[in-house]
């Protein structure tokens, strides 16, 4: 088959990370007879220093004429205690999301039996961990109206969903859960929040479509704390854009590292793939940077955008062989030797 990926590298490790997801997509590619045409184009920070613009019109129209989109990583140091900078890197990140209507964003977490070691969780709390969130997108807070008043005294951001964004999340969710063990998690504040009430009464309505799928109901605070203590009484949850943004973070901690966690969003159309971590500034071009959520984030391209299991799983096949056998950058140190962010990705594409 043949495919056009755009490729947005982004700021800081991404650039790095994203070669190394090149590299052994490729070799992917040439094991199983694809074609893989990368169309890279320029986002976040980057974007901003060349054309002003952190999502510009160029890139959109690049991505959304593509057959999914492999992004690295947002975000720079110059502007995260500048308040008042009219353009942020992250800006660009909020803006293609919603501009290409990915309004699901599927982050899984798993543990891996050579790294059970590395979560600073004890090891028996966190063996066999594979649980999946669904994290809603392009809604809540992030979108709601945000700004100022009284002379800029006070600072307001509404969250605001509707009944229709929470049904087309929670759709992904049950269907998810249906694929797996059918239980269902909606994370929410429904004792505090009218839109996380909106949330529950929507989700309960949909129960009786997906009779099979054990749905339970909880506060966010307390999934917060039973998370890491009890990771596998958990399969599949869904929640709003905050709340999932906050435990994917939390949840990283039972993978032993957040270079490991790849994620995907989705929405009508076209998906995105990319690593749940950040752009990590302090690491760039140090070569030292984990690429493995990024190759990961590769793997979900082949399974979910391309329908493409057996070169997604020859991707987690020698991942999991780098792993066991030491082939891992600093952050997974077990006291022997480490590689550089090149020096793996070169091992994987050339061990696939
Ligand atoms: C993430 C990131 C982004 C988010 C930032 C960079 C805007 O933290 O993808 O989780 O908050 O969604
Ligand atoms: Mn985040």
């Given at each position: 088959?043949?495919?056009?990926?755009?490729l947005l590298?982004g700021?800081?490790?991404?650039?790095?990370?994203?070669?190394?997801?090149?590299k052994?997509?490729?070799?992917?590619?040439?094991?199983?007879?694809?074609?893989?045409?990368?169309?890279?184009?320029?986002?976040?920070?980057?974007?901003?220093?060349?054309?002003?613009?952190?999502?510009?019109?160029?890139?959109?129209?690049?991505?959304?004429?593509?057959?999914?989109?492999?992004?690295?990583?947002?975000?720079?140091?110059?502007?995260?205690?500048?308040?008042?900078?009219?353009?942020?890197?992250?800006?660009?990140?909020?803006?293609?999301?919603?501009?290409?209507g990915?309004?699901?964003?599927v982050?899984?977490?798993?543990?891996?039996?050579?790294?059970?070691?590395?979560s600073?969780?004890?090891?028996?709390?966190i063996?066999?961990?594979?649980?999946?969130?669904?994290r809603?997108l392009?809604?809540?807070?992030?979108?709601?109206?945000?700004?100022?008043?009284?002379?800029?005294?006070?600072?307001?951001?509404?969250?605001?969903?509707?009944?229709?964004?929470?049904?087309?999340?929670?759709?992904?969710?049950?269907?998810?859960?249906?694929?797996?063990?059918?239980?269902?998690?909606?994370?929410?504040?429904?004792?505090?929040?009218?839109?996380s009430?909106?949330?529950?009464e929507?989700?309960?309505?949909?129960?009786?479509?997906?009779?099979?799928?054990?749905?339970?109901?909880?506060?966010v605070d307390a999934?917060?704390?039973?998370?890491?203590?009890?990771?596998?009484?958990?399969?599949?949850?869904?929640?709003?854009?905050?709340?999932?943004?906050?435990?994917?973070?939390?949840?990283?901690?039972?993978?032993?590292?957040?270079?490991?966690?790849?994620?995907?969003?989705?929405?009508?159309?076209?998906?995105?793939?990319?690593p749940?971590?950040?752009?990590?500034?302090?690491?760039?071009?140090?070569?030292?940077?984990?690429?493995?959520?990024?190759?990961?984030?590769?793997?979900?391209?082949?399974?979910?955008?391309?329908n493409?299991p057996?070169?997604?799983?020859?991707?987690?096949?020698?991942?999991?062989?780098?792993?066991a056998e030491?082939?891992?950058?600093?952050?997974?140190?077990n006291?022997?030797?480490?590689?550089?962010?090149?020096?793996?990705?070169?091992w994987?594409?050339?061990?696939?």
């Amino acid at each position: 088959m043949k495919f056009n990926i755009a490729l947005l590298a982004g700021d800081g490790i991404g650039p790095e990370v994203i070669d190394q997801a090149v590299k052994v997509s490729d070799a992917v590619a040439k094991k199983f007879g694809h074609e893989i045409t990368w169309k890279p184009a320029l986002t976040g920070a980057a974007a901003i220093d060349a054309v002003g613009e952190p999502y510009p019109d160029e890139t959109h129209d690049v991505c959304a004429t593509s057959d999914a989109v492999l992004f690295g990583a947002i975000g720079h140091p110059k502007y995260d205690n500048d308040p008042s900078a009219p353009v942020r890197p992250e800006q660009g990140l909020l803006k293609m999301r919603k501009k290409l209507g990915l309004f699901a964003n599927v982050r899984p977490t798993f543990t891996f039996s050579s790294l059970l070691d590395k979560s600073p969780l004890k090891k028996e709390r966190i063996e066999g961990t594979d649980l999946v969130f669904l994290r809603e997108l392009t809604g809540g807070i992030y979108f709601g109206e945000k700004g100022r008043r009284d002379d800029g005294e006070t600072a307001y951001d509404n969250c605001v969903y509707t009944r229709a964004e929470i049904q087309r999340l929670a759709k992904k969710g049950f269907e998810l859960a249906m694929t797996r063990s059918k239980k269902l998690c909606c994370v929410d504040k429904a004792n505090v929040l009218e839109t996380s009430r909106l949330w529950r009464e929507t989700v309960q309505a949909m129960e009786k479509d997906y009779p099979e799928v054990e749905v339970s109901y909880e506060f966010v605070d307390a999934v917060a704390m039973r998370l890491v203590q009890w990771p596998n009484e958990y399969d599949v949850l869904i929640t709003e854009n905050l709340f999932g943004d906050i435990l994917t973070d939390e949840a990283s901690v039972i993978s032993g590292s957040m270079g490991l966690m790849p994620s995907a969003s989705m929405g009508a159309d076209i998906a995105l793939f990319e690593p749940i971590h950040g752009s990590y500034p302090q690491a760039t071009g140090l070569n030292i940077a984990n690429p493995m959520a990024t190759v990961l984030s590769a793997a979900m391209m082949f399974e979910t955008a391309f329908n493409l299991p057996e070169e997604g799983k020859a991707i987690r096949n020698v991942v999991n062989k780098a792993l066991a056998e030491g082939i891992v950058t600093e952050d997974l140190a077990n006291g022997g030797k480490t590689y550089g962010t090149k020096e793996v990705g070169d091992w994987l594409a050339a061990n696939i």
